[in-house]
């Protein structure tokens, strides 16, 4: 599809497969080294690595779209955007081809940040292994988020695209999360309660919802919603019925729906996710992340708004 008409996911190398060890070749003997390791092994197919599954899904719902929509350019389109070296391509071409994954764009840089590429591709999801590239991109005001791998196999659904968001500071604004951490819970909710019915501002990537909402959508014209190979879920650290009503009303003010809204009132989000298995977690806080993925799900963090501050201190 033209970038014009298609949501561009655009995803590293190093999220999509599992290259530690290359890494760890890099790191210590350099980039000619590195560069020479990976020609040698060209013919060594690389293991998935923690955005695999999520692409895979991304393509099963691509091929549900063109089933009923065969002339239609709004749907998926994933682009390898890595820092690599040229020469290392083929290596990641012949992975790509191994797994029968359909990713006909790469844009290569050659150890050059790759986020000036980013806003060229249209990009409406960057999901890559290093944090700083991240944190750059959500600058450009790109949705991204670092990936991380999952401590535990588990499998995951072969037929729908499932998606978890956090709210604050992810979906939304952190406007509430800054009163939490700077005036207390007590004041939060009294701040969510007489604020109700005020929407609360977008955060990093409401975009992406939005793009999971109008496909969607699709399925739902064609008579498909029981069987929308997409569904979404809000898991959210908020409780209910102190603070639930304002995410519920934003939702609603912005015409998006949320398949499923669990609303834990503080406890671990990670026996949640565990049930919902979703192929990716985004969360602006460390510590739910590391919780996620203990358990076995594959968590992307979301470096955005004043949690950023408290974990860094």
């Not at 999509?16 to 790191?27: G, H, S, T």
């Not at 290569?108 to 292994?129: D, E, F, H, R, V």
């Not at 995410?247 to 565990?274: C, H, M, N, Q, Y």
Request: hydrophobic content about 40%.
């Amino acid at each position: 599809p033209k970038p014009q008409h298609a949501i561009t996911v655009a995803v590293s190398s190093r999220a999509l497969f599992d290259l530690v060890e290359e890494r760890r070749i890099y790191e210590e003997q350099g980039v000619e080294k590195y560069v020479e390791d990976q020609q040698d092994n060209e013919n060594v197919i690389l293991k998935p690595g923690p955005a695999f599954y999520f692409v895979k899904a991304l393509e099963h719902v691509n091929a549900r779209l063109l089933e009923l929509y065969p002339d239609d350019e709004e749907r998926f389109d994933i682009v390898l955007m890595t820092n690599n070296h040229a020469q290392v391509g083929v290596r990641l071409i012949n992975s790509i081809n191994h797994y029968g994954l359909t990713i006909e764009r790469f844009c290569m840089t050659g150890g050059k940040s790759p986020i000036g590429y980013l806003t060229a591709y249209l990009t409406n999801l960057y999901l890559s292994a290093d944090s700083e590239k991240v944190q750059e991109a959500i600058e450009a005001g790109i949705a991204s988020a670092t990936m991380f791998t999952a401590n535990r196999d588990v499998s995951y659904s072969d037929t729908q695209l499932r998606v978890a968001f956090d709210g604050d500071a992810v979906l939304f604004s952190d406007e509430s999360e800054q009163i939490v951490k700077e005036q207390g819970l007590d004041r939060f909710f009294e701040h969510e309660q007489l604020n109700e019915n005020k929407p609360l501002a977008q955060g990093p990537l409401k975009g992406f919802l939005e793009d999971l909402g109008k496909l969607q959508k699709k399925f739902y014209a064609k008579n498909e919603r029981l069987n929308c190979p997409i569904r979404t879920f809000l898991v959210t650290a908020r409780s209910a019925a102190s603070s639930g009503a304002r995410v519920l009303k934003t939702l609603r003010s912005w015409g998006l729906e949320i398949d499923e809204a669990l609303f834990l009132a503080g406890a671990p989000k990670g026996p949640i996710l565990v049930k919902i298995r979703p192929h990716i977690f985004f969360d602006d806080q460390m510590f739910h992340i590391e919780g996620a993925q203990k358990l076995g799900t594959i968590a992307a963090h979301v470096p955005y708004g004043i949690a950023q501050k408290y974990h860094k201190s």
